[in-house]
T-cell receptor, first 114, second 112 residues
């Protein structure tokens, strides 16, 4: 079984401040991990993914995430928030085989304030 | 990104009526998925398909059926819609070479 926990359903930061969105996973086999972003009334867009290569993964729009096996974490960061980063962010885990199904966290709504 | 479209984009229907949602992809992806999104739950898998006529249940499959007669099309049917099926439905297809799912724009379904 696999699961994802996203700590904090709402996160608020000031423009220019560090963005940190937390994700912890549980998986019985080496996982693949993903961050998706959803802007209002839109579908999900892939930000970045970890598939057992480099532990520090860089994605689009200046985001990056670090896979830490010892902490079972895959936190999403961005050094300087921009107003356009306001959206909902989802962490997800999958594994090869078994339909390659994604299990999502419940999402974190990011608000960026002036 | 994969070319995934969903139809209709919005639908309002009444309890007890059948509803079919369509997902169409142009990338020849083998795997396709249907999810529902509800506040506080994230996205939950309803059904998925691993090839033409090959489908399997997901986490929340009760009250839903699917069909896949062509690689490019994956249909989700609510045989008799209930108010608890009011949700936003997303389709996705998986690119084998990158192990990545790409999502459609969603269908907002309201069951009155």
């Amino acid at each position: 079984a696999q699961s994802v926990t996203q700590l904090g359903s709402h996160v608020s930061v000031s423009e220019g401040a560090l963005v940190l969105l937390r994700c912890n996973y549980s998986s019985s086999v080496p996982p693949y991990l993903f961050w998706y972003v959803q802007y209002p009334n839109q579908g999900l867009q892939l930000l970045l993914k970890y598939t057992s290569a480099a532990t520090l993964v860089k994605g689009i729009n200046g985001f990056e995430a670090e896979f830490k096996k010892s902490e079972t974490s895959f936190h999403l960061t961005k050094p300087s928030a921009h107003m356009s980063d306001a959206a909902e962010y989802f962490c997800a885990v999958s594994r090869t085989g078994g339909g390659n199904k994604l299990t999502f966290g419940t999402g974190t709504q990011l608000k960026v304030e002036l | 990104d994969a070319g995934i479209t969903q139809s209709p984009r919005h639908k309002v229907t009444e309890t007890g009526t059948p509803v079919t949602l369509r997902c169409h992809q142009t990338e020849n992806h083998r795997y396709m998925y249907w999810y529902r999104q509800d506040p506080g739950h994230g996205l939950r898998l309803i059904h998925y398909s691993y090839g033409v006529k090959d489908t399997d249940k997901g986490e929340v499959s009760d009250g839903y059926s699917v069909s896949r007669s062509k690689t490019e099309d994956f249909l989700l049917t609510l045989e008799s819609a209930t108010s608890s099926q009011t949700s936003v439905y997303f389709c996705a297809s998986r690119q084998d070479s990158t192990d990545t799912q790409y999502f459609g724009p969603g269908t907002r379904l309201t069951v009155l």
